[in-house]
């Protein structure tokens, strides 16, 4: 037999055996909102809906879990967990983990700051001495930022608690995402409390990464495509506009 038709057969093959699945697809994730949290209970948000959707296309049936993030790749590190939502692309999780090529959102890191305390931010030097609230286990694309030693960083165990010391004056900025830092804040009540200065730290895309098997390979593609897909519809504009900036988050410090 030909190597095209082998190939043909193996791909229609991993298709049939992903939708005989006997078990859903176990997906893990950390609330981070408007991409990915829990209302009410439920799973929703801007990449969780997106998600639900191409895996819904491809007859793909899911299960989440909410987790502390190192939780999340451990589990996936362990077997527990076929794959994880919204996690940054790395040279050191590539060795280990199968991302979908093609990313669910774009991020831009901002430095958030407390109403009465703004710090303006336009290098590195301007950070000089400050005290600034990370979150364990994520990935700041910026490696400037990343390894300077002009400031020090302080992780909170949730971005609810980083944003939290910030208006209590336990840091002195921030690091987050525009977008979920935004929609945080505004949740929270705390959009008159906070700014953030518009000069973007860093930026970096989310994707779904699997775990290492040719099931997972072949359902990474198929997702990839499919994603692809569905960013041209009118569908996916509406989930965009859905959730845009709320009204009431905090406002950008003028230049």
Known sequence: MPLFQRQIIAALLCGLALAARAEPLRLVTEAWAPYVYQDNGQPSGLDYEISVEVLRRLGVEAQWQFLPWKRCLLALEQGQADGILDIFRTPQREAHMLFVEEPLSQVEFVLFFASNRPYPYRKLEDLRDLLIGTSPGYWYNDQAFRDSQLFS??????????????VRQRVDLVLNDRRAGLYLAARMGLGSQLG?????????RLYLALRRTPEMAELAGRFALELRRFKQEQAYARLQARYAEPADAPKAAKD
Do not use: I, M
Request: hydrophobic fraction near 25%; charge should be negative.
């Open 196 to 204: 953030y200065n518009p000069k973007v730290v860093g930026e970096d």
């Open 153 to 166: 960083r302080e992780e909170a165990p949730s971005h609810e608690a980083n944003l939290g010391k910030l």
